[in-house]
């Protein structure tokens, strides 16, 4: 598949989804075409699709304007976390799974923060494993030890509680510690594989994708997800139906760790979910 520039695909769409992290920043620092992109896609709907468990407000203040990125580029910033609070006060039968456990209050939450605006805004209870009535998996810090983890999850899993993951991620090359980390999505995909029940929220399931263009109403074939992660934003965008782009430089930084001694040409043909296009970065 051959690599094109991100501005040929620019009038070929009306509204385009980016994926955060190794599209528009590294965590650490914006990439250094940011405003010039977005300045020059003024016209256009671009809208912020992240499986952080952060709420809105929270992306805006702790990662967008840290890293000094105008949240003003964005029609919409939508997040997981943001998507799970909108769950918890919703009265449609399709959100009961999650609000059925939402009541029972007492979560083991597995978090890198201690004020997450989520918890609080639900009114959730940080309880231990004794007392948790159901285990809510957010985030975890870049050099935490997994092995611990699964200590705490195999202990967990004789409670038999169920797990909400509102980040389905799995890895990431943060730019913080300059590491290709695990993320708290490895941590649900473990428990679900040792028999745990997991419910996710977030890239890829079609849920957060319709969550995103609520109100707005574009033709499938006119929206575009750009990302970095096959397994999320391009299996993502597959599953809901609309095309999506893939960005070399965040793939060369974290997918492709889970493709040795092949090169990129070996790894596009043997997706499972390819992309439609392969752009090198978002640069225009």
């Known amino acids: 598949m051959k690599v094109i520039q991100f501005k040929s695909l620019i009038d070929k769409f009306d509204c385009f989804l980016f994926d955060q992290w190794g599209v528009v920043?590294?965590?650490?620092?914006?990439?250094?075409?940011?405003?010039?992109?977005f300045n020059k896609l003024s016209s256009k709907c671009c809208i912020i699709i992240s499986n952080t468990s952060q709420t809105q407000k929270e992306a805006k203040r702790d990662t967008l304007k840290k890293l000094k990125?105008?949240?003003?580029?964005?029609?919409?910033?939508?997040?997981s976390g943001q998507?799970?609070?909108d769950i918890s006060t919703s009265k449609k039968k399709k959100f009961e799974k999650y609000n059925k456990l939402l009541r029972l209050k007492k979560c083991y939450l597995i978090s890198n923060s201690n004020n997450s605006e989520v918890i609080k805004n639900i009114g959730l209870i940080k309880s231990d494993i004794n007392s948790?009535?159901?285990?809510?998996?957010?985030?975890?810090?870049?050099?935490?030890?997994?092995?611990?983890?699964?200590?705490?999850?195999?202990?967990?899993?004789?409670?038999?509680?169920?797990?909400?993951?509102?980040?389905?991620?799995?890895?990431?090359?943060d730019g913080k510690v300059k590491k290709?980390?695990?993320?708290?999505?490895?941590?649900?995909?473990?428990y679900k594989n040792i028999g745990g029940k997991v419910i996710f929220i977030g890239k890829?399931?079609?849920?957060?994708?319709?969550?995103?263009?609520?109100?707005?109403?574009?033709?499938?074939?006119?929206?575009?997800?750009?990302g970095d992660n096959t397994q999320t934003d391009i299996a993502g965008a597959k599953k809901f139906g609309i095309k999506s782009a893939l960005v070399l430089d965040g793939f060369k930084s974290n997918?492709?760790?889970?493709?040795?001694?092949?090169?990129?040409?070996?790894?596009?043909?043997?997706?499972?979910?390819?992309?439609?296009?392969v752009i090198q970065n978002i640069s225009i």
Do not use: W
């Open 83 to 85: 998507y799970l609070q």
């Open 204 to 226: 890829p399931y079609k849920e957060i994708f319709s969550y995103s263009l609520k109100n707005l109403r574009f033709k499938k074939n006119k929206i575009l997800m750009i």
């Open 132 to 173: 948790a009535k159901f285990i809510l998996a957010m985030s975890i810090k870049p050099l935490d030890n997994f092995e611990n983890y699964k200590k705490i999850l195999k202990s967990l899993l004789k409670k038999k509680l169920t797990m909400i993951c509102c980040n389905p991620d799995k890895f990431v090359f």
């Open 255 to 277: 997918e492709i760790n889970n493709y040795k001694n092949k090169n990129i040409k070996e790894i596009l043909k043997i997706l499972v979910y390819k992309p439609n296009f």
């Open 25 to 37: 920043h590294d965590g650490k620092k914006k990439f250094p075409f940011v405003n010039d992109t």
């Open 69 to 79: 990125i105008n949240h003003n580029y964005f029609e919409k910033i939508v997040t």
């Open 180 to 190: 290709f980390v695990l993320q708290v999505g490895a941590l649900a995909e473990y």
